[in-house]
Every structure is written in C-alpha cells, then in structure tokens.
T-cell receptor, first 110, second 114 residues
Framework: GENVEQHPSTLSVQEGDSAVIKCTYS??????FPWYKQELGKGPQLIID?????GEKKDQRIAVTLNKTAKHFSLHITETQPEDSAVYFC?????????FGTGTRLKVLA | SQTIHQWPATLVQPVGSPLSLECTVEGTSNPNLYWYRQAAGRGLQLLFY??????ISSEVPQNLSASRPQDRQFILSSKKLLLSDSGFYLC?????????????FGPGTRLTVL
C-alpha cells in the first residue's frame, strides 16, 4: 500500500551544523515530493519541493535530493539556526492524495 | 493571492455532541480540498479529500463525514463525538492540475472532546 517512512523521529544539532532528514516512499507512481515545516500550534508550511524529473533542488540553506530508483528523498539544512527548530514532514503525492511521513522534530541548540 | 480560513480556532465539546468545522479558500477556483487530523505529537492522517462540489473521498472509516456544498467550502461534521476525535484538524487545498501540485494548509482547529 501507500506508505512514506521518515527518519529520524528526533534530531538535535548544534547551531551552525547541518541537518539531514530522510524519507522512503513505496508507490512508484509518486511524482511530487514536498517538505513541510510545522511550528507549535500552527499548520504546516511548504518549504521546498521536488518533482520526479529532477534529482536535486536548492533554495538558500535548504536542499532536497531525490533518488527515484531507490525511492528515497532527503532534506538537507545547512548552517542551522535556532529558528529552524520545528517538526518537519516529508510527503509523496499520488493523484490526488499526499501521503505524509511521521515527522522529524528538529532541535537546534544554541 | 490565495488564502485559506478555518474556524473555529479552538473548540471544546462534550462526548456525544455534534461537530461542524468549516474551511473556505479565497483567490482560487476549483481547488482540491483536504481534511487531515493530527493527534498530539503525531503525523498527519488524511480523513477526506474532494476534487469537486459534492465529490468526497473518505480515507478512514469513522464517525466523521465531510461535505463540499460550494466550490471553495469544505465542512467536516460528526453527529456524535467520541473522546478519540480529539486532535488538531487541518484543512488544505491544492491546485487542480491532475498531477503534481503544491498543497497549502490552513491554521487548524484544535478540538478537545471531554
């Protein structure tokens, strides 16, 4: 069935270090992979996405990579800052649904 | 620009009472609409999605129902709430591209069933 696994569930890094969150999806029909950041008590906010015809995408300190053969995609945050602390969700889109990972709680320690 | 509204922001209801949560989207036409539930400290569970007026797909069997009476209005309802219905309810929309599309979330409704 449709499933997205996300690791790790929690991640603590020192300010300035990099953070990497990994996801694996099951349905080969998935063609769009967004990442969301959720702060406490708020709705998730789209921070970056990647489509199946692209292997890597970067937006300032955030990058996402996609390996369609292995069905893996990852979020990379460089030069982490305290305001990056939040819960991050990956998702895989198959028409018309978005299948979400279980989330990663990122803590950036000052 | 597009905006998504949800209300109420918070709600406390007794077990067995009815529920109605409303979501509206502005600035776009014919969106795909979604209802999710998020338990405390947990991930997002897709409850319902709709690709058009009156078209509702249910993902999880439960005592909740959804309706889409207008193009940009999505309503989540229950006739009798259970304790297990407590959670953070999120409405979302995406563009009807028939394929890959960005999805945007509302601010959410925190429901506590006592």
């Amino acid at each position: 069935g449709e499933n997205v696994e996300q690791h790790p569930s929690t991640l603590s890094v020192q300010e300035g270090d990099s953070a990497v969150i990994k996801c694996t999806y099951s349905d080969s029909a998935s063609n769009y992979f967004p990442w969301y950041k959720q702060e406490l008590g708020k709705g998730p906010q789209l921070i970056i996405d990647i489509r199946s015809n692209v292997g890597e995408k970067k937006d300032q300190r955030i990058a996402v990579t996609l390996n369609k053969t292995a069905k893996h995609f990852s979020l990379h945050i460089t030069e982490t800052q305290p305001e990056d602390s939040a819960v991050y969700f990956c998702a895989a889109f198959i028409p018309y649904k978005y299948i979400f990972g279980t989330g990663t709680r990122l803590k950036v320690l000052a | 620009s597009q905006t998504i509204h949800q209300w109420p922001a918070t709600l406390v209801q007794p077990v067995g009472s009815p529920l109605s949560l409303e979501c509206t989207v502005e600035g776009t036409s014919n969106p795909n609409l979604y209802w999710y539930r998020q338990a405390a400290g947990r991930g997002l569970q897709l409850l319902f999605y709709s690709v058009g007026i009156g078209q509702i797909s249910s993902e999880v069997p439960q005592n909740l129902s959804a309706s889409r009476p207008q193009d940009r209005q999505f309503i989540l309802s229950s006739k009798k709430l259970l304790l297990s219905d407590s959670g953070f309810y999120l409405c979302a929309w995406s563009v009807q591209t028939g394929g890959q599309g960005e999805q945007f979330f509302g601010p959410g409704t925190r429901l506590t069933v006592l």
